[in-house]
Each structure stands twice: as structure tokens, then as C-alpha cells.
């Protein structure tokens, strides 16, 4: 009890603001005059949301957007950190690179998107571009940085101790780049969700930043304030779900993270 | 390469002038072989033209001058808000208590996912797009300022109350300078997350700038012009990295101890 009581009091002060704001939402019609469309009652808003749960649509978007970023998280990734690992093992590939890296990281993203429009079309593969685009970036950055910052001193330790090949590379590159490469992971996902959400909305044809930016233009408000909670929501849940459990893991593992 | 003469800092600086322009002269040489229309793959040289030509009708040198205007006054009240909010809510254990969640989710609504209920609201122009740099940055500052001022020791609080601080005095000698380090954290991740907002919010609500430009040139086919504005994006996104937030970040350390970075953790 001592240990749940104090959670349980964070958790009714932190939900407080909330009952606040939700009680402010439904008062505030009664109190000023205002066009809805600037701002749906709450209860339009809840029944949008059960509307769109009915017919699928939610769901759909949903799945839509989380796909998308799955596609795109795992191409990106998957081509990078490989990438990066063999670009920063020889010092004289990583000097050259490193500026076209660093440069292209800068413009990794939502920048790419009319390029994309004109490569892929709009839709999913202009989308998934872009997504994977600006992973792909922020891991390779990440990774190189990662391998490089392995001492010197640390390579001789483990020739010296007969170390070779495969060794070298399961016991010290990859223990000793990992903190930097989920680093990383982590932000190239924060960037992706962006990307992702602005994507949908300038080169979309489903997905939960299509299905916002499309009810502007029939001033669907409801619509466009459940696909803020929603894209909230999810948020939270892939970060803490994802990434808070893995930061933990290296932490024990490898030492301390700090944010 | 005759790299006794050179000094470290020298030759990468060339071998990484040395990568650019072998990237610079593939992409010229693959166009050639590609084979595809210039508004579809332009060429290294189509880039050059259209740079020249937008600096000539003075296009280029006003689009960059208002988007750095609207990054430089969205991140200025960012911080500032973020900050001084931080500093209110951290100061009170009860304000943090009630108003962590909410800001957690606030910060998880991403700024792209505003845009489109600020254009409802304010329109598509300058407003919609300051109140969106405004919010990306003012979160992770508001955010980080909390999480600073929450976890300075309570010993150095002790430690000035007793020496008979006033409660300005603890503010600015103990409580700023050890929240410091987490500040300027927020402030890199506000400062990033909001170039790219000002891009995106460029290409919804914007008549003018650099993320204008991207997304006009796409939509009229002259996508030499599209690359330009990419170009100048990433320039000016490494001259205010290099210029100023790395500057800021090594003051700190110096001033008041680590950052921590990744790079720091052996």
C-alpha cells in the first residue's frame, strides 16, 4: 500500500487537467458564441469517433499509418546501420562520407516530399519514401558516430587478448555502438512519425495525417480533432511501448543512457 | 596523399570536399545514362541554372529572408515560453504533479498533426505557421526546464537558503545554472524538430519561403527549383547547427559542466 498509494495520487493529480479541459470543452458553447466549426462540441466529436469506429474507417487509417511507418523503419534501419557500420570501420571511407552524411541528414524528411510526388506518384510509395528517407539517414549518422567513438585503445585490448574477425565485431563494435545507434533508433522514429503524419497530409490517399488534412477542406473539425488525439495517443504508446523498454535493457546491459 | 604535411582537421576537410564532389559527379554523369526528363531526374548543372536564375530575379534571397524570420521569431517566443513556463510549473512539486501528463501529451501531438486545425483557425499565412514553430519548440523546452529544475539536488537548495538566498537569488545562482544542462538538451531537439515544422508548415500555409519553394517548384514540374530549395534548406540548417546551437551546447559544458551527449559515455 505505501508504494501504490503515492502512485495512485500522481495518477488522480495528473488526470485532473484533463477532466478540466474535457468540463471547459463542454461548457464553453454555453458560454460564447462561436461558429462550430472552429470547435466541435465534445460530444460531436465522440460521436465521429464512434461513427468512423463503426464503419472501419478508424481502424483502417490507423493500420494504414502504422504499416507505413513499419515499412519504413525497418527498410530504413536495415539498410543503415549495416551501412554505417562498414562506412565507419575504414577512417578514410568515413572522412569522405561524413559530410554528404551530415548534409543529407539535414534534409531528411518532410523536404523530400515533393520529390517523392514526382518519383512515386501520390500515395503509399511516395509516403514510405519518405519515411524510410528520413530514417535511413538519422541511422547511418547515428551508427557512424556510434563505431567512431570506440577508443582506439579498446581494439588493441582486444587484439591483444586474440581477439579476431567475427570477435571484434559481435564483442566490441556492436556493444560499443549500440547506445548511439538506439539513440538513433529513437530519434530517427521521432522524425519518422513527422514525416510520416506530414507525408500522409501532403502526399497521401489513406492514413490518419491523409484523413485530417482532407476533413479541413469540408471544415470537418470533429475529424480533424480525432486525428490529433489519436496521432497523440499512438505516439505514447510506440514510445513507451518500444522504445522507453529498450533504452532500459541497454542501460543495464551497457551502461547508463541519460536523456 | 601526402598527409605529413596536412594537419588532421586539413585532410578530412579535403576528403570530405573530396566526397562531395564525387557525389556531385555521379549524379552528373548518371543523368546520361538514366535517361529520364529533366523535371523528372535534373541534372547538377539544370540545379546550377535554376539557382542562378532565382538569385538573379531576387526570388531566392526573399524567400530565404522570411523563412529565417519566421524560424528566428517561432523559436525566440518558443524558448522563452517554454522556459519561463518550465521555471513556474517546475518551482511548485504540486504544479509538476498535476501538469506533467498533460504536457506529456501535448508533446506527443506533434506539431504536423496541429497544422491543419491552425489553419481552420488562423488561416493559411503567417500566423498558422508562428503558432505551429511556437508549439514544436516551446514542448521539448517546457519539458526539459521541468525535468532540470525537478531533479536539482535538494542539498544546493538547502545549501543557498541557508547561506540566505532570496528566492530570485535561488532562481538564478542555483536552480538555472543545474537546469542548464537539460535546457539546452530541449532547446536542440525544439530547435531541429521546428526546421523541419517550418518546411512543412511552408509547404501548407505559405505563399513564400524555402519550404514554398520546395513544393512549388515540384507542382509546377521545375524540379531543378525543388533541389534548389532542398540545398539551401540543408545549408541553412548547418549554418544555425554550427553557428549557434553547437556554440550555445559548448558554452554550457564549459560554463556549468557536462552535457551529456552520446559520444561523452565511456
Known amino acids: ?259 | 596523399m601526402n598527409a605529413g604535411l596536412l594537419t588532421p582537421a586539413t585532410e578530412r576537410f579535403l576528403k570530405g570536399a573530396a566526397g562531395v564532389l564525387v557525389l556531385v559527379a555521379l549524379w552528373q554523369a548518371s543523368v546520361p545514362l538514366v535517361g529520364l526528363e529533366p523535371y523528372f531526374y535534373p541534372s547538377p548543372a539544370d540545379v546550377w541554372h535554376a539557382f542562378v536564375e532565382l538569385m538573379e530575379k531576387g526570388i531566392l534571397p526573399v524567400y530565404l529572408v522570411d523563412s529565417l524570420y519566421r524560424y528566428l521569431l517561432g523559436v525566440g517566443l518558443g524558448i522563452v515560453l517554454g522556459i519561463a513556463a518550465g521555471l513556474l510549473i517546475g518551482l511548485s512539486a504540486t504544479a509538476s504533479r498535476i501538469l506533467t501528463p498533460l504536457i506529456n501529451f501535448l508533446f506527443a501531438i506533434v506539431e504536423v498533426a496541429w497544422i491543419p486545425i491552425f489553419v481552420i483557425w488562423f488561416g493559411y499565412g503567417f500566423k498558422t505557421i508562428l503558432i505551429a514553430l511556437v508549439y514544436v519548440v516551446l514542448f521539448p523546452l517546457l519539458y526539459n526546464t521541468l525535468l532540470g529544475v525537478r531533479t536539482v539536488p535538494q542539498v544546493y537548495v538547502n545549501a543557498a537558503r541557508s547561506l540566505g538566498a532570496t528566492r530570485l537569488q535561488l532562481i538564478k545562482d542555483v536552480i538555472l545554472p543545474a537546469a542548464l544542462p537539460n535546457i539546452i538538451t530541449g532547446l536542440r531537439v525544439g530547435a531541429g524538430f521546428a526546421f523541419r515544422g517550418l518546411i512543412f508548415a511552408e509547404i501548407i500555409a505559405a505563399k513564400t519561403g524555402i519550404g514554398y519553394l520546395i513544393f512549388e517548384g515540384a507542382s509546377t514540374q521545375q524540379t531543378a527549383r525543388t533541389i534548389v530549395g532542398m540545398i539551401v534548406m540543408g545549408l541553412l540548417w548547418l549554418f544555425l547547427d554550427r553557428c549557434y546551437l553547437k556554440p550555445i551546447e559548448r558554452v554550457t559544458i564549459e560554463r556549468w559542466g557536462q552535457v551529456t551527449t552520446a559520444e561523452d559515455r565511456e
Not at chain 1, 26 to 35: Q, V
Not at chain 1, 52 to 76: H, K
Not at chain 1, 158 to 186: D, N, Y
Open chain 1, 1 to 259: 500500500m505505501t508504494r501504490l498509494a503515492p502512485r495512485l495520487h500522481d495518477l488522480a493529480l495528473g488526470t485532473l487537467p484533463f477532466v478540466l479541459i474535457l468540463v471547459a470543452w463542454f461548457l464553453l458553447p454555453h458560454l460564447l458564441d462561436y461558429p462550430s466549426y472552429m470547435l466541435p462540441s465534445l460530444g460531436t466529436v465522440i460521436d465521429r469517433a464512434i461513427g468512423s469506429i463503426e464503419d472501419g474507417s478508424l481502424l483502417e487509417n490507423t493500420l494504414a499509418s502504422l504499416q507505413r511507418l513499419a515499412i519504413g523503419f525497418i527498410i530504413g534501419n536495415g539498410v543503415a546501420i549495416p551501412l554505417g557500420i562498414a562506412i565507419a570501420l575504414n577512417r578514410h571511407v568515413a572522412d569522405t562520407l561524413r559530410p554528404v552524411l551530415t548534409f543529407l541528414q539535414s534534409i531528411a524528411g518532410i523536404a523530400w516530399v515533393p520529390l517523392a510526388i514526382i518519383w512515386f506518384g501520390i500515395g503509399q510509395g511516395a509516403v514510405v519514401f519518405v519515411i524510410a528517407n528520413t530514417i535511413f539517414f538519422a541511422g547511418i549518422y547515428n551508427t557512424v558516430v556510434g563505431v567512431e567513438s570506440i577508443p582506439n585503445t579498446l581494439y588493441r585490448a582486444v587484439r591483444s587478448h586474440g581477439g579476431k574477425g567475427i570477435q571484434i565485431f559481435t564483442e566490441l563494435i556492436l556493444p560499443g555502438a549500440l547506445v548511439q545507434i538506439i539513440l538513433g533508433l529513437r530519434t530517427s522514429m521521432a522524425y519518422g512519425w513527422r514525416a510520416l503524419v506530414a507525408g500522409e497530409m501532403i502526399a497521401g490517399t489513406n492514413g490518419l495525417g491523409y484523413m485530417s488534412i482532407e476533413a479541413v477542406q469540408w471544415y470537418q473539425t470533429e475529424t480533424v480533432i480525432l486525428g490529433m488525439i489519436l496521432i497523440g495517443i499512438l505516439w505514447l504508446i510506440l514510445d513507451r511501448l518500444l522504445f522507453v523498454p529498450l533504452e532500459q535493457r541497454t542501460i543495464v546491459r551497457w551502461g547508463l543512457i541519460q536523456r
